[in-house]
């Protein structure tokens, strides 16, 4: 079946710079992978999320890049800020039956 | 809209005690998920339902897990005999399938069994 992996578990930044979070995933037929931020102690929240038909995706501080021939995809946020501080989790979907496939999720920290 | 709805938001009980949790989804979403969080092992899925309709249950730890919808704007997840090892925090999302394939997530349920 699907696995997705995700690298790294746990990324440290000073504010200001730029984080960027890795996702590796299995089945070629996957077709859409989202992004959901955590923060402490709340629910994950849709972020950003790109289709296989695209190559890049930009919201503001955050993008995503999908690169379907490594089969992998990319969270790129810049000029990172305190409240970016949490845990980013992708995941990747053939869509046809809406199950997504978790990585295991990056804890980023935003330092000061 | 009030978005996803999860009853409790908190539960302690004692182990062998019965535990039920609730989910109201966003209305016009015709997929709802139970998932399960915990450090170790991070978010699971547990049992989705597409039309009220069970179509995954195989991420059901245990027969003493189970999960019903038995209308478009309710589903429970029910527990029983709990254990402590159940304790988790336990979400609900759910999708419209005409939309972008994006989950909402209720704000979930910490189970505490002692």
């Known amino acids: 079946g699907e696995n997705v992996e995700q690298h790294p578990s746990t990324l440290s930044v000073q504010e200001g710079d730029s984080a960027v979070i890795k996702c590796t995933y299995s089945?070629?037929?996957?077709?859409?992978f989202p992004w959901y931020k955590q923060e402490l102690g709340k629910r994950p929240q849709l972020i950003i999320d790109i289709r296989s038909n695209v190559g890049e995706k930009k919201d503001q501080r955050i993008a995503v890049t999908l690169n379907k021939t490594a089969k992998h995809f990319s969270l790129h946020i810049t000029e990172t800020q305190p409240e970016d501080s949490a845990v980013y989790f992708c995941a990747a979907s053939k869509g046809s039956n809406y199950q997504l496939i978790w990585g295991a999720g990056t804890k980023l920290i935003i330092k000061p | 809209d009030a978005g996803v709805i999860q009853s409790p938001r908190h539960e302690v009980t004692e182990m062998g005690q019965e535990v039920t949790l609730r989910c109201k989804p966003i209305s016009g979403h015709d997929y709802l998920f139970w998932y399960r969080q915990t450090m170790m092992r991070g978010l699971e899925l547990l049992i989705y339902?597409?039309?009220?309709?069970?179509?995954?249950d195989s991420g059901m730890p245990e027969d003493r897990f189970s999960a019903k919808m038995p209308n478009a704007s309710f589903s429970t997840l029910k527990i029983q005999p709990s254990e402590p090892r159940d304790s988790a925090v336990y979400f609900c999302?759910?999708?419209?399938?005409?939309?972008?394939?994006?989950?909402?997530f209720g704000s979930g349920t910490r189970l505490t069994v002692v």
């Open positions: 999302a759910s999708s419209r399938s005409t939309d972008n394939y994006g989950y909402t």
């Open positions: 089945d070629s037929a996957s077709n859409y």
């Open positions: 339902f597409n039309n009220n309709v069970p179509i995954d």
